[in-house]
């Protein structure tokens, strides 16, 4: 099956799945999302078909399809970015200080985000369900090798958003979000409030997105088209190691990623020079995705939404293919964060407000791990740990200036100086307030000054209303 037939199948499934899913009348923690097994799955062909939808989930603009990136790098950055738009939900989560304002727990973002997820989550488990279906064994691994990619990666954004960073107090009993490792009966009369589940520990499900990664890592192929591979896999054991503070893991997986794609005449991954050349994916390259993408959700003029490019976005009368709302207004202080001669503080474009050139065109895809982050991980992990795995951290860094136009260091980097090019190189990509938890680093407040601490109960996601109201299993997270 070709890529554009298998994304028309996409359609297919899903519209009878979510079709049947419309006849329920009930709201649950994980939303019906199939038929049962027995009448939905009996081949291989089938099997394919629902793994597809488990990529359609996480290609959503609910899920990495933009909002999951959007949120981490829009709340409570006021000094950085400023969210001019009408959307009152995304309002709430750009506008959170110390002392006011708060995350409704009907905020639309927070729902979608989650029902989303489960939703996604619910069709990797079917498929995990129905392997005997694969004819070969490779089918099979590759299949499993997905879902538990798709699985483990949900889990883990899940448990940042909705859950207490790892570290703050006792990450076995801080409470992050249900784990669900079966599929949601399809009959009604089969849930009831002995089966809803409740919410898993943080640890829990680090655990369980770091157990899905790993196998994930030993099952999917080197190469496998746009989907997920054994680098993407470990890239991600990569940000979960790094958020745990596990710098050896993070290391490890970055190097083993940056060894195993770039070396030799046939190197899978490279970074893209110019640094302009790893956007405008359509619009300059006809939708060819940049050798830098490690991981990205694919966009193409019949399927999928770039959301990034829908609130980073606007319409720029000299630049063809572009679209957006024009949403985020990038401030004056962003830019004053850069080195002159940094191509990177020139890759804006100011209309009314002043815009990344990141997420302008429309059908540009959704970067969602790029190889330049493995460098800077592996820079920051060696140099906490006083090594030089696979190269010294300045090299690394200076890898990553060189291509942004900047001279070598002049010395070996401090660990400020790692952070600060990280901030730079992955802006706008999903990393801010993440990487500011896990340093244990207010954010940065409008004026300046700090504002809500690494650790603020603000920081973290409610649990939609609609799940409680259902689910009375579940517990609302702490100043909700």
Not at 172 to 187: G, M
Not at 328 to 351: C, K, P, Y
Request: include cysteine; aromatic fraction near 10%.
């Amino acid at each position: 099956m070709n890529m554009k037939h298998k994304f028309l199948k996409i359609i297919t499934v899903f519209t009878i799945l979510l079709a049947a899913a419309g006849c329920q009348k009930r709201l649950d923690v994980v939303p019906f999302q199939s038929l049962p097994p027995e009448k939905a799955l009996t081949t291989e062909s089938d099997l394919k078909g629902v793994l597809i939808g488990a990529y359609n989930g996480i290609q959503s603009t609910a899920s990495y399809g933009g909002d999951i990136q959007l949120m981490a790098d829009l709340w409570a950055n006021r000094l950085y970015q400023r969210f001019r738009g009408s959307f009152n939900g995304l309002l709430q989560i750009a506008s959170i200080t110390t002392t006011s304002n708060v995350i409704l727990v009907d905020n639309g973002w927070a729902t979608t985000l989650w029902s989303s997820s489960f939703s996604t989550i619910n069709t990797c488990n079917l498929v995990l369900e129905n392997l005997s279906l694969a004819n070969t064994q490779a089918t099979k691994d590759r299949i499993e090798g997905e879902a538990l990619f798709i699985r483990g990666s949900l889990y883990f954004e899940l448990a940042r958003l909705y859950g207490r960073p790892w570290g703050d107090g006792d990450n076995n009993t801080n409470l992050a979000v249900p784990l669900v490792l079966k599929s949601t009966p399809f009959e009604e009369s089969k849930l009831t409030q002995d089966n809803y589940p409740a919410r898993a520990s943080v640890a829990a499900i680090y655990a369980q997105a770091i157990a899905d990664l790993q196998r994930a890592a030993t099952l999917l192929p080197a190469t496998n088209g746009f989907f997920a591979t054994r680098w993407a896999a470990m890239a991600q054991l990569s940000r979960i190691a790094l958020m745990q503070q596990d710098f050896t893991t993070a290391r490890d997986m970055a190097n083993a990623v940056i060894a195993g794609t770039t070396g030799g005449s046939n190197a899978q991954f490279a970074l893209s020079t110019p640094f302009s050349n790893l956007w405008y994916n359509y619009i300059n390259f006809g939708g060819v995705a940049p050798r830098e993408y490690i991981f990205y959700i694919r966009i193409t003029t019949q399927d999928g939404t770039n959301g990034l490019n829908t609130y980073y976005g606007q319409t720029v009368g000299s630049i063809p293919g572009t679209a957006g709302r024009g949403d985020i207004d990038v401030q004056t202080a962003w830019l004053n964060l850069h080195e002159a001669g940094d191509v990177r503080r020139s890759f804006f474009i100011v209309t009314n407000r002043r815009l990344t050139q990141k997420h302008l065109d429309r059908f540009g895809h959704v970067p969602v791990i790029r190889l330049a982050e493995m460098y800077l991980t592996r820079a920051e992990a060696n140099f906490r740990l006083g090594t030089t795995v696979g190269a010294t951290p300045e090299e690394d860094v200076n890898r990553i200036r060189n291509r942004a136009g900047l001279a070598n260091l002049a010395a070996p980097p401090t660990l400020a100086q790692i952070l600060r090019e990280r901030d730079l190189e992955l802006a706008f990509e999903g990393h801010f307030m993440h990487d500011r938890k896990r340093n244990r680093l207010a954010m940065p407040g409008s004026s300046g000054t700090n504002g809500p601490d690494w650790n603020s109960p603000r920081l973290i996601m409610p649990i939609p209303q609609r799940e409680m109201d259902v689910n009375k299993n579940l517990v609302q997270n702490t100043g909700y």
